[in-house]
């Protein structure tokens, strides 16, 4: 994916396909995210020498504006031959998924709604009553099949997240997909038919077994993975006397519960560490920009003392 900001004309040197492949200089990321392009002659060059005309920026979505007033656009590279886009664009492609937890509070928004709109555009080119084409309109934000006047628009899946206490500690999972020694709040697709209430107690009680008592919503973001999603984030209470985890292994690889003080430290590093009962095995939990961040770093102040 490429990402360019018009009339400054930033290029943004994050290249994705919607496959979920994205790349940039790891060895340098702080420096090598943004690079100014000073005209559009230069834009136009860029996709020459990627083999591209320049019609090819028609097929780009518009993610939204600066603070500027500086309209966002996002262009898929997917098409693009591998080496030679690496080449060009100076970048070596790498795991989303990977990368995604190595970008900054700025730039993962950015990504994440470019990533989701481009993945929807590339899985939606037919009517799926009619079987004809369907056409991006300018902006992207719609794709219409001109024979019958249909109408498509991208859509999101609400997922329940949520941080389970019970009342001294709270707990953590994580999933085998999970980079290592990464531990989160609990999270799982809202079933058609279900309430966010509903689905996180029947979320929590599958993955560890446990029976919520009460809970309050704390804020939601959107997700790139595995397909955009909506997380609802929440806060959810045990009680103490029945919190003995009855770990989901079809769901999850672990889960434990951690107290505040383990938690304050883990909101504090830069970078991973290790703790005793993990042995040589790093603990970090998700970037400051995730919602689950968030969800941690309320927990732990609500336990400091007045």
Known sequence: MLVFFIPDLLIHCIQMSPTGMVGFELVSLNNAVLNKVSSLPELNGILQNLNQKEKYMEESVLIGCTENHVPQFALDLGRIEKVKAESVLKGTFVDLRKAFFLLDGKDAPLLSQAQGLLRWHSTHLYCSRTGHPTQK?????????????????????????????????????????????MYSALAGFCDIGETVEESMHREV????????????????????????????????????????????????????????????EALKRKRMSTMK???????????????????IKEWTQRQQPC
């Open 205 to 264: 009680a599958e993955e560890v077994g446990l029976e919520v008592s009460s809970f309050e919503y704390s804020a939601s973001q959107h997700w790139p993975f595995p397909n955009s999603s909506l997380m609802i984030a929440c806060h959810a209470l045990v009680q103490p006397g029945r919190n003995k985890i009855d770990l989901n292994i079809s769901e999850l690889e672990d889960a434990r519960w951690f107290d505040a003080e383990v938690l304050t």
């Open 137 to 181: 309109n300018v902006s992207g934000s719609k794709r219409v099949c001109s024979t019958e006047e249909i109408i498509y628009y991208p859509q999101v899946s609400p997922v329940i997240i949520v941080l389970v206490s019970d009342g001294a500690r709270c707990l953590l999972a994580r999933q085998e997909s999970f980079p290592p020694g």
């Open 277 to 295: 009962e993990m042995g040589d095995v790093p603990f970090r939990i998700p970037p400051p920009w995730a919602v689950a961040h968030q969800l």
